[in-house]
């Protein structure tokens, strides 16, 4: 039996990508998955996605995406350990669900002053 893979074209993703970057480098601010989501039209799954690829592929130098770990809201335990980049669904510390979600940025290059 011959297996079918969907296969998305390798341009759209990089479209897509850069999108992504670019959306989140002109905010100049850290954003959530769900907030990205709206900026390039995408679900919140596929921005996730593609933020774990850009993660992987970054070269350290160029672009480093920076993850802010999600927080638990009523103990504060920070998931720092986890690696995928979805909102954990409860804490285990206290067991409570209501979680803060991780959010993204780009270092930031220092900005040279021209006053
Ligand atoms: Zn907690």
Redesign the pocket.
């Known amino acids: 039996m011959v297996i079918k893979r969907i296969r998305e074209p390798a341009e759209r993703s990089e479209t897509c990508r850069t999108a992504i970057t670019s959306g989140l480098r002109s905010l100049g601010r850290s954003a959530s998955a769900k907030e990205l989501s709206v900026m390039v039209g995408l679900s919140e799954k596929e921005v996730l996605d593609h933020l774990a690829h850009i993660r992987r592929s970054s070269r350290p130098k160029e672009q480093s995406l920076t993850v802010t770990p999600a927080v ?1 809201k ?2 504060g ?1 920070v998931f720092k350990k986890r690696e995928r980049l979805t909102r954990p669904t409860r ?1 285990p ?2 067991k ?1 669900e209501r979680i803060a979600e991780p959010l993204f940025s780009f270092k930031m290059e220092p900005k040279v002053s021209d006053s």
């Open positions: 638990c009523v103990c335990f804490c510390m206290c409570g």
